[in-house]
C-alpha cells in the first residue's frame, strides 16, 4: 500500500503540556522517537511561536496545521495569522464552531458561512490554507435536506475553504468515513485518524470532551476513544481514499484517555498503522 506521512494531533497530549508548557520538548521528543512525522497543534499554551519552530525544527518534526481556538479566529484573526506564520504551518484549521452557528440552527449556520469565507480569504493571503475540522454536529440535515457540511463546502470557493474530515465523527455521524474521505477528493489535504467504541444511544458523548450539555440527558449506550486499530473503526478504505483523494497528510487524534497514558496510546495508534504499512 502506498502511504502518506503521519503526524498526531497535540490536542490529544494536551494533558502533558497545560500546566507544564516547559515539557514541551521533552514531549515533543517523545513523539518524534514514536515514529510520527509531523505535528497538529492545538493551542500554543503560552509559548512563543518562535520557540516552538525552533524546537520542532531541531527534533525533525514538521508543523504541518495547527487547530485555532475559535475565539482567536474571529477576535483577531491578524494576530493568530502572524503566529502561526512564524511557526511555519501550512495549514490553519477551524477546530469547531458554537452551537448558534450549527446547522441545527440553519438561520445562524447560514450567517456565518460568509464569515468563513472573508477568513479564508484573508488565510490564503498570508500563504496559508484555511480548514475546516468537523464534529458529528455539521451533519444535521438542513430544510432543504442536505448536510450542513456539504452546505458548508458548496457555498464556501474551494481556493479558500477545505477540508479536515475527522472520520471518527464523520462516522459516529453518518457511517460513511471512507465514502466522505472520498467525496471530498481534491479539497481533502488533511485526513483526521481517530478510533472508538460506540454501543447504543449516547446521549452526552460531548462530556467525554470536556463539553457539557446544557441538560444532561440519562445514559443508554456507551462511547469511548481508543487508538488507531482498537476500535470499531475499518481502516484500509478509509486510507486507500485518503490517497487517492489527494490527502498529503493523515493525523492520529485521540480526544479522552482511559486506562493508558496519552503518549502510549499514541505510540499504539503509530504502531497499528506501521502495521498497515504506514
Not at 432543504?144 to 457555498?155: A, L, S
Amino acid at each position: 500500500m502506498s502511504k502518506l506521512p503521519v503526524a498526531v494531533q497535540v490536542y490529544g497530549l494536551r494533558d502533558l503540556l497545560q500546566d507544564t508548557p516547559e515539557r514541551f520538548e521533552e514531549v515533543m521528543k517523545g513523539v518524534k522517537e514514536i515514529g510520527y512525522d509531523g505535528v497538529e497543534l492545538a493551542g500554543l499554551y503560552g509559548l512563543d511561536p518562535a520557540y516552538i519552530k525552533e524546537v520542532l525544527d531541531k527534533i525533525g518534526l514538521v508543523p504541518i496545521s495547527a487547530h485555532v481556538p475559535f475565539n482567536e479566529l474571529m477576535d483577531d484573526l491578524d494576530k493568530a495569522i502572524k503566529d502561526y506564520k512564524t511557526l511555519g504551518v501550512t495549514y490553519m484549521v477551524m477546530p469547531h464552531i458554537p452551537e448558534q452557528y450549527r446547522p441545527v440552527n440553519p438561520e445562524g449556520f447560514l450567517n456565518f458561512l460568509p464569515k468563513l469565507q472573508e477568513m479564508g480569504e484573508k488565510i490564503k493571503a498570508a500563504g496559508m490554507e484555511f480548514l475546516y475540522h468537523n464534529h458529528d454536529f455539521e451533519f444535521v440535515r438542513l430544510p432543504e435536506g442536505d448536510y450542513g457540511y456539504d452546505r458548508m463546502f458548496e457555498t464556501v470557493p474551494a481556493d479558500v475553504l477545505a477540508a479536515e474530515l475527522d472520520t471518527c465523527w464523520c462516522d459516529v455521524a453518518t457511517g460513511m468515513p471512507a465514502e466522505y474521505v472520498a467525496k471530498y477528493t481534491g479539497r481533502l489535504p488533511v485526513v483526521h485518524l481517530k478510533d472508538s467504541i460506540k454501543k447504543g444511544s449516547v446521549q452526552n458523548m460531548y462530556q467525554l470532551i470536556g463539553v457539557a450539555n446544557k441538560e444532561e440527558k440519562k445514559e443508554e449506550g456507551f462511547f469511548e476513544f481508543r487508538p488507531v486499530g482498537f476500535g470499531q473503526m475499518i481502516w484500509e478504505p478509509v486510507l486507500e481514499n485518503a490517497i487517492a483523494a489527494g490527502a498529503k497528510w493523515v493525523v492520529v487524534e485521540q480526544d479522552r484517555h482511559y486506562d493508558l497514558s496519552p503518549l502510549e496510546c499514541a505510540r499504539r495508534s503509530r504502531e497499528y498503522l506501521k502495521i498497515l504499512g504506514w
